[in-house]
């Protein structure tokens, strides 16, 4: 049973950098069976995708934030990790990390998601 | 990009009650529509997906429609436990999701 952590900075200043790490367990981030991403939910409001990626690098982002996201894998610690630049308030949200099993295109494991709030 | 759009954004409803929730997609997304359940500090679990298809360990009081452009969850009997907020999710390009469904007590 895979299992997922996230963990990082919980307070973010504003046009800095938010960055969090995904602690994969229970089976192997380089395996050919999982698809890695990140959702978040900003407070009251609904589900945003972040972004996806294969152990081997292959990215995908949500158009809306791809000029200030990105993704990488750590296959020697078995996570992977997201970076969002120039962070303003309306980056405050619970970020999740979650992962796709065998080619399915739905996310069915998930992380319990940390809060993260871009305040000075 | 492809939108979607989840209709009513509440629904009041009683237990035994018969639910449905719609999900419209701005363009085909084929059968490529997943269904979540997701409880206050939670996060989200899989109840459905290619919009039919029941996740192993679900209800069977739960159940997915439509192709196209045009999906429906369906709750056959509400139950306590199902009081949460529903997410449809397109997995046909990248992933969206629609805003959502909280499902309330009436």
């Known amino acids: 049973q895979l299992q997922l952590q996230e963990s990082g900075p919980g307070l973010v200043k504003p046009s800095e950098t938010l960055s969090l790490t995904c602690n994969v367990s229970?089976?192997?981030?380089?395996?050919?069976?999982?698809?890695w991403g990140w959702i978040r939910q900003p407070p009251g409001k609904g589900l945003e995708w972040i972004g996806s990626m294969s152990y081997r690098g292959i990215t995908y982002y949500n158009p809306s934030l791809k000029s200030r996201v990105t993704l990488s894998v750590d296959t020697s610690k078995n996570r992977f990790s997201l970076k969002l630049s120039s962070v303003t308030a309306a980056d405050t949200a619970v970020y999740f990390c979650?992962?796709?099993?065998?080619?399915?295109?739905?996310?069915?494991?998930w992380g319990q998601g940390t809060r993260v709030t871009v305040s000075s | 990009d492809i939108q979607m759009t989840q209709s009513p954004s509440t629904l009041s409803a009683s237990v035994g009650d018969r639910v449905t929730i719609t999900c419209r997609a701005s363009?085909?997304?084929?059968?490529?529509l997943a269904w979540y359940q997701q409880k206050p500090g939670k996060a989200p679990k899989v109840l459905i997906y290619?919009?039919?298809n029941l996740e192993s360990g679900v209800p069977s009081r739960f159940s997915g429609s439509g192709s196209g452009t045009e999906f429906t969850l369906t709750i056959s009997s509400l139950q306590p436990d199902d009081f949460a907020t529903y997410y449809c999710?397109?997995?046909?390009?990248?992933?969206?999701f629609g805003q959502g469904t909280k499902v309330e007590i009436k």
């Open positions: 979650a992962s796709i099993y065998d080619s399915r295109g739905y996310w069915f494991y």
């Open positions: 229970g089976g192997s981030i380089s395996s050919n069976s999982y698809f």
């Open positions: 363009q085909s997304i084929s059968s490529w």
């Open positions: 290619k919009a039919s």
């Open positions: 999710q397109q997995y046909n390009t990248y992933s969206t």
